[in-house]
């Protein structure tokens, strides 16, 4: 598992749902607009009610997303049409990483994942009726024919591979042109995790890998992933792209890797990882 000096960002930890809590709670609301929360003057989240009044023109549409000993947290979708007062802005989560506590920007990433969930099973995919939220839980109930719809989220796997000292690294055609990171994709209907590890890698570059092991994992609100972090170990074969999904990769070694993501990342703490290993096994 990761080490303990790694956190795990956009992760919620401790948020319990209730239908009903305790009376006298705590409200906090976090203003929520696609993957950005609103922050105040002072560049933090906005989540005491009165002062998300002072945005908001009229009491607004809701929900709870969960409860831990401050109190009640609740998400409040805001349409891009709500003008924001001066030093008031929508931010995107990701640039609230290092800004504003770990603890929060979980809770802000729940509040965009479930904000995003609702406003896109509005309607019944059975028999189109208009959904409700569903009470007792984090879903959605059609008043009409009985379906529930629970919150989305696809498993993406991620994988950090070693060949002696040597790290394989890939740019995306889509990443900045100077970023590298490792490889990545969708699991599939029907398969394993590792197996959707072994078939990405494959697809994407070519090779064989061993060892596929379970490192750890982040929630991803982009809009709905959970990313499954994984190492392996190199097993054969020469790299062979897939121009559509990869722009250039190659073996590099760990003392001299060439630009990666920023800190915050599954990609950052994997490669964080094997760096560690590689140095440490080199030096015994
Ligand atoms: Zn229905």
């Known amino acids: 598992m990761i080490p303990e000096e790694?956190?795990?960002?956009f992760a919620t930890d401790g948020l319990v749902y209730h239908r009903d809590p305790p009376p006298g709670t705590r409200e906090h609301w976090i203003l929520v607009d696609g993957p950005s929360v609103v922050t105040g003057r002072d560049g933090t989240l906005l989540s005491d009610p009165a002062a998300c009044r002072t945005v908001l023109a009229d009491d607004p549409d809701r929900f709870m997303i969960g409860y831990d000993p401050r109190g009640s947290w609740c998400a409040v979708p805001i349409s891009g049409s709500v003008l924001l007062p001066d030093g008031y802005a929508r931010t995107h989560l990701r640039s609230l990483y290092g800004v504003i506590p770990d603890d929060l920007l979980g809770i802000a990433s729940r509040a965009v994942a479930l904000s995003r969930f609702f406003h896109t099973h509005r309607f019944c995919g059975i028999c189109g009726a208009e959904m409700n939220r569903k009470e007792d839980e984090i879903a959605t109930l059609c008043p009409s024919c009985g379906h529930i719809g629970y919150p989305v989220i696809n498993p993406v796997v991620i994988v950090c591979i070693r060949q002696g000292d040597r790290i394989l690294l890939a740019r995306s055609p889509r990443f900045l042109p100077a970023v590298y990171g490792v490889i990545a994709g969708f699991v599939e209907a029907g398969e394993t995790l590792e197996q959707a590890v072994a078939r990405e890698v494959a697809e994407e570059v070519g090779i064989a890998i061993d060892t596929i092991r379970y490192r750890c994992s982040q929630p991803w609100p982009f809009p709905h992933s959970l990313m499954v972090g994984f190492t392996a170990s190199y097993a054969g074969g020469s790299i062979r792209i897939d121009?559509?999904?990869?722009?250039?990769?190659?073996?590099?070694?760990?003392?001299?890797?060439?630009?990666?993501?920023?800190?915050?990342?599954?990609?950052?703490?994997?490669?964080d990882l094997v760096v560690e290993e590689i140095s440490r096994d080199t030096k015994s």
């Open 6 to 9: 790694h956190t795990v960002p």
């Open 243 to 271: 121009p559509n999904e990869i722009g250039e990769a190659g073996w590099y070694s760990y003392e001299s890797l060439p630009t990666l993501p920023a800190a915050g990342s599954i990609t950052r703490i994997l490669i």
